[in-house]
């Protein structure tokens, strides 16, 4: 059985579903490397894979990312970022476009030679390459390495048509709509990182490997091979790259197999279901939990407009949230606040759930059978928003337009055994049909033989 090695960014949101993915790997009989930087050797270790060290990024999020140490630099690009979220869709986007350099393409030369030295170590039969580590897929590409792309968020991500920009949501739920002058902004911004990074691109491929072909377009160089999305294939998304096989898996998480709460956090869930009440889950990833102004509205419509219980997932602020007057007077069997959750064992006993529109959010909610309100911020969360209610998984709202009455009706709709519920109910038996495993599978078999093209030293 092949060799594989995985290469992740060192952020939880990307480790965790290659984790998951490369433990469906091994157990299609792989042997399975997870490459990341050195805080992931334990998750590696938690999925029975080996382990080699390699950094690929210098920004990182580790959990909870105001929480991780981070260089001058990123921890600056990381407030005006949060900042920028405020000031809604096209601010926060323009601010990711003026970062993106920094933030996915530092130093491409020395991460082709550790690319390099990593293969002459481990020698491979192929490469699972998240695909926003972009030198990494130009290092494959310099390198003449076998490699499959996983494609971490949106579809979209990768652009496959000429009006398509990385950074440039395909499509945008009603709620969050910018207007033309705005979308012109946009579009000339992540225009310009297309141009910018194809050029970057263009001049390494010349350096390292000159007989090598050029690449025509920066964001949409993947795998020739085997593409990989943790996603559903639903019917409206742009179309796959032309070449590589395109592998849905719907969702990268453990499911069907059970996912067991600890002791402590069965007593929370029995505390605050006790009576049959609903339980709603509120958790905005491992970047947005700063937002804790949104928490807190969400929360108290919640305790306020619903009937339900609520845990709350505060990351770094949880103190913010304790010195609410309003939340501290919630009884303790409606209210559970705490800095990380354990949101897949979670979700078994959620009746709904608030989210970023974050990847590995929705695609766990689809999986768990649990409809969401999606209040999407940044990057793909607006195109993942728009097909979580195109879908009839879930309503969106805009998170900077938010208040109690708003965020109370939403949430009474979605515990309502109503309109969602088929939608939810279909979505859920069509993704445990899918998954990891069968994606694994599938994989294995369209990179077998895939070929090393030789490349000079």
Same mark, same amino acid.
């Given at each position: 059985?092949?060799?594989?090695? !995985?290469?992740?960014?060192?952020?939880?949101?990307?480790?965790?579903?290659?984790?998951?993915?490369?433990?469906?790997?091994?157990?299609?009989?792989?042997?399975?490397? #997870?490459?990341?930087?050195?805080?992931?050797?334990?998750?590696?270790?938690?999925?029975?894979?080996?382990?080699?060290?390699?950094?690929?990024?210098?920004?990182?999020?580790?959990?909870?990312?105001?929480?991780?140490?981070? %260089?001058?630099?990123?921890?600056?690009?990381?407030?005006?970022?949060?900042?920028?979220?405020?000031?809604?869709?096209?601010?926060?986007?323009?601010?990711?476009?003026?970062?993106?350099?920094?933030?996915?393409? %530092?130093?491409? /030369?020395?991460?082709?030679?550790?690319?390099?030295?990593?293969?002459?170590? !481990?020698?491979?039969?192929?490469?699972?390459?998240?695909?926003?580590?972009?030198p990494v897929t130009l290092a494959a590409h310099c390198l003449g390495?076998?490699?499959?792309?996983?494609?971490?968020?949106?579809?979209?991500?990768?652009?496959?048509?000429?009006?398509?920009?990385?950074? #440039?949501?395909?499509?945008?739920?009603?709620?969050?709509?910018?207007?033309?002058? /705005?979308?012109?902004?946009?579009?000339?911004?992540?225009? =310009?990182?297309? %141009?910018?990074?194809?050029?970057?691109?263009?001049?390494?491929?010349?350096?390292?490997?000159?007989?090598?072909?050029?690449?025509?377009?920066?964001?949409?160089?993947?795998?020739?091979?085997?593409?990989?999305?943790?996603?559903?294939?639903?019917?409206?998304?742009?179309?796959?790259?032309?070449?590589?096989?395109?592998?849905?898996?719907?969702?990268?998480?453990?499911?069907?197999?059970?996912?067991?709460?600890?002791?402590?956090?069965?007593?929370?869930? /029995?505390?605050?279901?006790?009576?049959?009440?609903?339980?709603?889950?509120?958790?905005l990833g491992t970047f947005l939990s700063a937002r804790h102004d949104?928490?807190?509205?969400?929360?108290?419509?919640?305790?306020?407009?619903?009937?339900?219980?609520?845990?709350?997932?505060?990351?770094?602020?949880?103190? /913010?949230?304790?010195?609410?007057?309003?939340?501290?007077?919630?009884?303790?069997?409606?209210?559970?606040?705490?800095?990380?959750?354990?949101?897949?064992?979670?979700?078994?006993?959620?009746?709904?759930?608030?989210?970023?529109?974050?990847?590995?959010?929705?695609?766990?909610?689809?999986?768990?059978?649990?409809?969401?309100?999606?209040?999407?911020?940044?990057?793909?969360?607006?195109?993942?928003?728009?097909?979580?209610?195109?879908?009839?998984?879930?309503?969106?709202?805009?998170?900077?337009?938010?208040? =109690?009455?708003? %965020?109370?009706?939403?949430?009474?709709?979605?515990? =309502?055994?109503?309109?969602?519920?088929?939608?939810?109910?279909?979505?859920?038996?069509?993704?445990?049909?899918?998954?990891?495993?069968?994606?694994?599978?599938?994989? !294995?078999?369209?990179?077998r033989g895939a070929p090393r093209v030789p490349a000079p030293e």
């Amino acid at each position: 059985m092949p060799r594989v090695v !995985v290469i992740s960014p060192p952020f939880r949101s990307h480790a965790a579903p290659l984790g998951v993915l490369g433990a469906a790997l091994r157990d299609t009989g792989a042997d399975v490397t #997870l490459a990341c930087a050195p805080d992931f050797a334990g998750l590696a270790e938690e999925h029975g894979l080996g382990f080699a060290e390699l950094t690929v990024t210098r920004n990182a999020n580790h959990g909870i990312a105001e929480r991780t140490e981070q %260089a001058d630099g990123e921890a600056r690009r990381l407030r005006e970022f949060l900042d920028a979220t405020r000031d809604g869709a096209v601010a926060t986007l323009l601010t990711q476009a003026r970062h993106r350099r920094d933030d996915m393409l %530092a130093d491409p /030369d020395r991460i082709l030679a550790e690319i390099r030295d990593l293969d002459r170590k !481990v020698r491979p039969d192929w490469y699972l390459v998240d695909q926003l580590s972009y030198p990494v897929t130009l290092a494959a590409h310099c390198l003449g390495l076998p490699y499959a792309t996983f494609c971490p968020g949106h579809p979209g991500y990768i652009p496959t048509r000429p009006e398509m920009f990385f950074g #440039l949501p395909h499509a945008w739920p009603e709620a969050v709509r910018p207007g033309p002058e /705005d979308l012109a902004r946009l579009r000339a911004a992540a225009a =310009a990182n297309d %141009a910018a990074f194809t050029e970057v691109f263009r001049r390494v491929a010349g350096r390292h490997a000159p007989g090598r072909p050029r690449p025509e377009r920066a964001f949409a160089l993947c795998s020739p091979h085997a593409v990989v999305f943790n996603y559903p294939p639903l019917p409206w998304l742009p179309p796959a790259p032309p070449g590589p096989v395109p592998v849905h898996a719907w969702h990268c998480t453990s499911l069907p197999r059970p996912v067991g709460l600890d002791a402590h956090w069965r007593a929370v869930v /029995d505390r605050l279901t006790a009576g049959g009440r609903p339980l709603v889950l509120i958790a905005l990833g491992t970047f947005l939990s700063a937002r804790h102004d949104v928490l807190r509205t969400v929360a108290r419509a919640a305790l306020d407009r619903t009937d339900a219980s609520v845990v709350v997932a505060a990351g770094g602020r949880v103190a /913010d949230l304790a010195h609410d007057p309003q939340l501290a007077a919630a009884p303790r069997e409606r209210l559970h606040v705490a800095g990380s959750v354990p949101q897949q064992a979670l979700l078994a006993h959620t009746a709904a759930m608030v989210h970023h529109g974050g990847n590995n959010s929705f695609t766990e909610c689809l999986a768990a059978g649990v409809p969401a309100l999606a209040l999407p911020f940044s990057s793909d969360q607006f195109a993942i928003a728009h097909d979580l209610e195109r879908a009839g998984l879930g309503l969106v709202r805009d998170p900077n337009a938010l208040d =109690a009455g708003t %965020a109370g009706a939403a949430l009474r709709d979605l515990l =309502a055994a109503g309109r969602h519920r088929s939608g939810v109910e279909a979505g859920r038996a069509r993704a445990l049909a899918a998954g990891p495993r069968p994606a694994a599978e599938r994989l !294995v078999r369209a990179m077998r033989g895939a070929p090393r093209v030789p490349a000079p030293e």
